[in-house]
């Protein structure tokens, strides 16, 4: 059932960014110490019983130069560089195989998948550890809370800076073109989108799909559901931390980053998101300082567009790409 | 957590088949009647953004030669006619659009996809109707107990009419070896395989994964999960119906279809499983005729092996094939 | 808990009505076509154990001159025709026995009780097949969305159909005065009450309780309960259908049939109900053309007014009737 | 699903009894203490619009001299006294209104209802004060363990002297045949039932239904469901009362109850009923002493045979009468 | 997530009382009856392994004279009269044991911790019985609607009661300095706390926790969680009894009790309490005559403010003592 | 519900243990490379208005010489060294306040909490890091998988040599009798107690209470429930990491640091407990090697004996120190 906004009000919902004054220095700052480590990309060609498609598992060096897995998939026999659709992954899922991962390279692009460190357990598996390496501070179970005390130990600092240099690891490969690079991802892998369409110049289209990680105080307080939820949880026992909380949480909100964005994006929503509340994702994408587009599915919960909305973003790479 | 036999339990349960004396009779006749239809299988090559392979929209003459749906894909400029597997789809789902079917055409061969008829409104979407020509009786919400007060008038007579003549339609397409025809499916997919498994001559492999509609007498009392519940919510209404309706189901059970299956096949079962309970997969193993292996996980309920075991069939397939 | 309207804003709820220029032709047609059929009912003497009412059997043709099955009870040795009370079952019940309606006839009256054609396995068994003649598009599990793509196809075209023809056939038996018909009926049986109050003339009194099949799109969003949920379960999945869904209910929302009715109504409802929210219940009361009543019972749900509220009926009818 | 024995371990289960040595004296003193209050039934005519039985508001003293209410409700005009069904009332309901009794009457018997004493505001309502005159120990919400430290004080001693009381009210009526009392109800209803069938000479009939208060250790370990549950939740704070809690529940037990009674017997159960287990009702029923017959409802839960079993019992009720 | 209203809307909800005129008539004469009765109050050492503190069992006369226990826990080797903490114990609980009640007297306090009659079996266990001298009308399972029909033989006219005599029982001890007696609670230890606040004079500060009993109607009719729900349950039922019920009420509603304190109070919620929802805790508080402050906890239910909040509870008083 | 073995069966129920060949050098190597780290207890006075006793605030150098806290509280003004209970926390508390470990040191001894690393976030609040060296591999949300691919990494590994070196800390205080420690907690308090009892030699008592983290594999696949769940939710997607796990968990199983006990123990478990199901505690308590005693606490779930039993555990105390 509805339970947020109705559409005309979503439409216009502009609610008031919380920006750190030193928002851009702060991931600056953490870019730059990432690229203090080489990338150092290797792809490695591996058999899964394809014969349209080559597979590739793939590590390169994200946050503090720590490895981080991937897959890159292309179709076999290309002629020249493809552009190709960078894909990050939904809470709690991992890369599992390059067989989840043959949409893109079925309609001809290549397709990047990076693997979200610490996850894939929940449901798909993942191979990449994590590694904080100033320590976790005591955290409700989950990801959301990880080091949450400050901006600098957060755990989506080093999703976020992997998720960066993972642009720069598809790029690095000669059968892709640097200059076509798209990135999509559902959920958290939409949250991961939007920032990188912040932090990244250059990109050819952005395609966040019901993503999270945005307008985080409303969030935790409209809906009961994980992983959202877990925010709640944590200041349910540290009652004195809230204010600390969302000032760590300030630096990773999505409405920042889509305000600094300039790619041509198409997002999407479920009207009846619990998960996702469709508020929070209009926030981020009224903010959006890009073209837009938006695709509400009335009756559909943390779902979103399914299949249908694969098909809407094939016809937009279409448009984006010609 | 483990709530049915153990597995070594498992690997030994052949339970007695409920066996009536004119299933032989039953099935030819059906199957001769909608014969009597031509098959009409009709390709219409349909534009959905695909470079590698191509896709076609299909409609056969199902049963009582009513109009079934499906999806054809085969590897774009294949040199020669292509083992097919013919897919079915579990209970709810529809066939949904060509790109929700790539494992196979990836893997170098055709898939043939059976849109189930009256389904495809619970997830994925499908685009058959189901039209009972002779009525349906009361029943539960759902499809179990649809017509299941005679063989005659029960749904999945009507399914695994279509299910056959699906295989036949696959034969007739120029693009495909009819010598080399896999069937498979999860669930209700599994269900229906194991079904065309006894009905169907020279098959060159079955996989059923995690299936359903076997052993219907424990299945509906060991436990509470749709959609074998929903036998027992029917007769939890229908008090004076229980002998009834179990020899309806003794027309359509796998464990009969297994009895008479020739095919090499491969098995897959959660062991934790409560929606197809392991016990009643075993049963249908047990029976089964023809050279076979089954993969048994743990920890897994009705998700059964996953990828993982997509991985398992692309292997067993190289294996027959070969 | 309130989860609706407030009492004030209920009796003032006037929502626009949705209403298909074609509305009026298309019943008018539905039911001429019915109509062609004969109505052939006939009144089987049956043996219940009961000593002071008299047990019938019935079976009269409804749509498409399908055999619909009902109870005809009467008090034992009636001395002159008697009033009627037609009542409708609510969603999943059927008839079951003459002993489950001994209300209206211990007061005096007779009772004739309409089988629902196809339901009758989820609660109260029901013995009346449906036969969709047309066929029956994909459907979420239930009968909310069996073939709502077409208004000539949808389930509840035959089911409001049957219930014309129901009070035809209670009077066209001897026992009963045909100019005193009461329809009445709760939940689904309270939303084909109303049907039949816009499409029958002549009817004594109209007794809705808590119904059902009323102002069909806030119902889809403002509750997640089954049987309107069906409706939202459905487009979840056919995403591009939602139009075509609505524009088919709007030949069956009760608020069109309220509209044109003339017979003094006594409605119910409770302001709890999450099943048929009370704004839907006041939508169509607050457009009845007739005398109308209704009790808001204030901490019921579903229940509505039980007991409490047969009483107010049986006062009802005494003052309509006299 | 079943969870409990399977049938044939059913028909021959017979645990052990556990019985204090002073059961009889224990009740024989209970009933004659209450027998030294005079009985006063007092019959009220009232109006509830019925046109074939007379119905009538009744009081009587129960317990310790305090008054219970209950319904008498005779077919009108009959010309000699009548066999006489009293019925008692499952766990949280009450009398109602004499409208919800109507299927005895109709049938051509008399039937009188007793009121719970305390209960009737959790589902039908009831009109009768509990008055525990020795206090009430603390307890767990509900009825189950209230004054259960002690027989002396335990809930049902009260309720079972109550409805001892009872038949002696119906027989005291003029348009009551004493010899032919019907003893009957569902769930605690059952569980009255059979205790009045240890503890009342010359019934005609005992005919309890899915009936509670049986083998209450077993109960209190094999199911979750409340109300048996309610003696684990009690146990579960006071964790040092266990023996006392068993000890006195052992003067209240339906096995106990069973194997002192004499009249022909017809139980009913349903071999899903999680609420009162199919093991506890056998235990009751393989004790009964009298003849005695039992339907056993295969896919039931704690609605046991519905109409169906009413039927059966009307079918009972003419052998046993004739 | 938040469900009631925002905290600037919490500060200025003032909703109107529902105060009946003979309010303080009937309580005057209330607590004049039991006083009629000698307190007695018994003090009787007893020996739970404490080396720090003294530990008494207590039994002293309350409503109607009848005996209530509690416990009396003082710093060992106390030099002079102490300051007393008078504690009421949330719904369902009971006194325990004096081990878990060590907070106040390791503080340097004695702690008074009173039994509710008929509670302490849901989960901390009581001892101390109810004696409903009046009888007990029927009454939904729980003690929130025992006796609800008549302010005179409600429940908690006896608790109220209790728990006044209970302060009187503490002031008699020789160890405790009569004035300086702080009252606190939480739940419905906090709704008896506010009770007392306007029963009683010359307390030294009042302590509600997430106080129960306040603004029943609000309460009853937005959440649907027990306790406050049980008053729903009874009028789902008696739905011809809400008047009765809520008049009743009028007579033991927190925020009449507080209109009448003087004492300074520390009160505390959790915004997102769906027990005792933040609406009816400040329309308490907002009534509340004494010198108060409030701690409003923004993401916690029912557990409100936990440990924090006990050592806001301890600074509280260290400020009003000294 | 029972749902595990019988009372009489959990008494002789000693399964096989799974202790890998190095298991003790595993361990003593551990503990090693932590003493290379000084210990450095660091005790700070901390004002908690508390007049009885002293707290103070706790850091000491656990695994990897890192920051572990917790809180040191002694009766005031004793006069020569205590023993000291040594307790353990539950599964995602923490330390919280002192305030809330008032019992031990009421009773006279000193107490010692231990902040579990990581953890105190889901209900009392911590206030320590986790920091894994050697990085984690991806996880299911929780710490049961946390690092579980090998015994190196795996989280518990830490926490064992942290409860270690706990006891050393209170050892080192020159309040404390090092002669006299007691260890306990409940859970995973317990389950840590119990690797404790096989570590740390001269302990006066050990004190495991519903304890966790003991038979691991009969844990994860007879109870759905958190935190052994998440081992089945873990392998349900890593579902080729069977073997690796056990071998893992092997090396932390309580049951193979029981047999190497030698201490006099006093368990309790709940023969309901679905958390920490008795069979798994039994086995443990089995294969314990000192001498023993355990409570079983019948209709108790996972809250075991509460106060109940903490009177046992003062008892028992006295017994051991005398």
Redesign the interface.
């Given at each position: 059932?509805?339970f947020d906004l109705s559409l005309p009000e979503l439409q216009r919902y502009l609610p008031e960014r919380d920006e750190p004054q030193d928002f851009d220095a702060f991931w600056s700052e953490t870019l730059a110490a990432a690229r203090k480590y080489p990338l150092d990309a290797v792809f490695t060609q591996v058999d899964?019983?394809?014969?349209?498609?080559d597979t590739y598992d793939v590590t390169f060096n994200g946050y503090d130069g720590?490895p981080v897995k991937g897959w890159l998939i292309l179709?076999r026999n290309a002629q020249k560089p493809l552009p190709c659709v960078v894909e990050y992954i939904g809470y709690?899922g991992?890369r599992?195989?390059p067989?989840?991962w043959?949409?893109y390279?079925?309609?001809?692009y290549a397709t990047f998948v990076m693997d979200t460190r610490?996850?894939?357990?929940?449901?798909?598996?993942?191979?990449?550890?994590?590694?904080?390496s100033e320590?976790?501070?005591?955290?409700?179970?989950?990801?959301m809370?990880l080091g949450v005390l400050d901006p600098a130990t957060y755990y989506y600092r080093r999703v976020f800076t992997d998720a960066v240099r993972a642009v720069e690891a598809a790029r690095s490969h000669a059968g892709i073109d640097e200059k076509r690079i798209i990135v999509t991802g559902a959920s958290q892998g939409g949250g991961i989108t939007l920032a990188v369409s912040g932090l990244v110049a250059g990109l050819t289209a952005v395609m966040p799909d019901v993503p999270f990680l945005c307008h985080f105080f409303r969030a935790?307080?409209?809906?009961?559901e994980d992983p959202y939820?877990e925010i709640?949880?944590?200041?349910?026992?540290?009652?004195?931390k809230?204010e600390t909380v969302f000032r760590t949480l300030s630096y990773f909100d999505g409405m920042n980053f889509a305000a600094r964005a300039t790619a041509p994006a198409l997002f999407s929503t479920g009207l009846?998101d619990v998960t996702c509340p469709p508020s929070t994702v209009f926030a981020a994408y009224n903010h959006y300082a890009g073209d837009k587009e938006i695709r509400a599915?009335?009756?559909?919960?943390h779902?979103g567009?399914?299949?249908?909305h694969?098909?809407e973003k094939?016809?937009f790479l279409?448009k984006v790409l010609n």
């Amino acid at each position: 059932m509805l339970f947020d906004l109705s559409l005309p009000e979503l439409q216009r919902y502009l609610p008031e960014r919380d920006e750190p004054q030193d928002f851009d220095a702060f991931w600056s700052e953490t870019l730059a110490a990432a690229r203090k480590y080489p990338l150092d990309a290797v792809f490695t060609q591996v058999d899964y019983s394809m014969a349209l498609v080559d597979t590739y598992d793939v590590t390169f060096n994200g946050y503090d130069g720590q490895p981080v897995k991937g897959w890159l998939i292309l179709p076999r026999n290309a002629q020249k560089p493809l552009p190709c659709v960078v894909e990050y992954i939904g809470y709690g899922g991992g890369r599992g195989f390059p067989t989840d991962w043959l949409l893109y390279p079925s309609a001809g692009y290549a397709t990047f998948v990076m693997d979200t460190r610490g996850q894939g357990s929940a449901w798909r598996q993942g191979d990449t550890p994590d590694l904080p390496s100033e320590g976790s501070s005591p955290h409700f179970p989950g990801f959301m809370t990880l080091g949450v005390l400050d901006p600098a130990t957060y755990y989506y600092r080093r999703v976020f800076t992997d998720a960066v240099r993972a642009v720069e690891a598809a790029r690095s490969h000669a059968g892709i073109d640097e200059k076509r690079i798209i990135v999509t991802g559902a959920s958290q892998g939409g949250g991961i989108t939007l920032a990188v369409s912040g932090l990244v110049a250059g990109l050819t289209a952005v395609m966040p799909d019901v993503p999270f990680l945005c307008h985080f105080f409303r969030a935790a307080t409209i809906t009961d559901e994980d992983p959202y939820h877990e925010i709640a949880s944590f200041l349910k026992v540290h009652r004195d931390k809230t204010e600390t909380v969302f000032r760590t949480l300030s630096y990773f909100d999505g409405m920042n980053f889509a305000a600094r964005a300039t790619a041509p994006a198409l997002f999407s929503t479920g009207l009846m998101d619990v998960t996702c509340p469709p508020s929070t994702v209009f926030a981020a994408y009224n903010h959006y300082a890009g073209d837009k587009e938006i695709r509400a599915y009335h009756f559909n919960l943390h779902d979103g567009g399914g299949t249908h909305h694969d098909l809407e973003k094939l016809r937009f790479l279409s448009k984006v790409l010609n």
